[in-house]
């Protein structure tokens, strides 16, 4: 699948510009991680969230990233993200190394790059389902029409195309994740990260959820979900277990 838009011949080439390099004949490795560590320093404390992780990603997996509250996955995730930065070790996305990029650099590459999908949803209270998903493309410069019009497109994929000018009061919380899933969608990323997306969904609404997932990865979408439940962590045909700030 397309991964970012490249930029033109007269603009200067960056970082995250030199991400997609046209069609392959073999799926590449979008996340290289190798000997991560994690280190806070929380006054005489010192916490180590991470410790030596090692792993990759290629292109078109859908990886589950599981272990219990405290074991490191959360911290993993926001490095994976971007949010983050590791104490040690290296972290390539897609062919590009992070420690070479400044705050702005991670941050545009972030909203190119990556679809975050949380478990609290995110959306913003007072904004229509269609304005909560173009709010990426805003913050990249698209034009209205073009915003709505992709917006639209995200959301009549999750059959949501009747829910458009619904608040997020107004929708129930599967109805409301798949919004999150339509506005972590509408920017093309290379990789969508969902943190705990079923934690605070019914269980019909979870299986509603995880069904959306199933079908974005036969589309070829990069998918890793991170959960403590072992039950949906099943679902998905890889998983990478995480206790004690390692790989187990």
Known sequence: MST???????SPRTPWDMMDQGP??????LIDIADLWRVYNLGTVVVEALRGVSLQ??????VAIVGPSGSGKSTLMNIIGCLDR???GTYVLAGTPMAGLDDDE??????RAIGFVFQSYNLLSRTSAIDNVAT?????????RERMERSKQALEALGLGD???????ELSGGQQQRVAIARALVTNPSIILADEPTGNLDSASGVEVMARFHALHREGRTIVLITHDHDVAAQAPRQIHVRDGQIV
């Open 136 to 144: 990426p493309l805003l913050y990249q410069g698209v034009g209205r």
């Open 24 to 29: 392959r004949t073999e799926r590449r490795t």
């Open 4 to 10: 970012l838009m490249l930029a033109s011949p007269a």
């Open 106 to 111: 991670l941050a545009r590459l972030r909203s």
């Open 57 to 62: 990603v290629h292109e078109g997996e859908f």
């Open 86 to 88: 590791p104490s040690a």
């Open 163 to 169: 829910r458009l000018e619904h608040m997020p009061s």
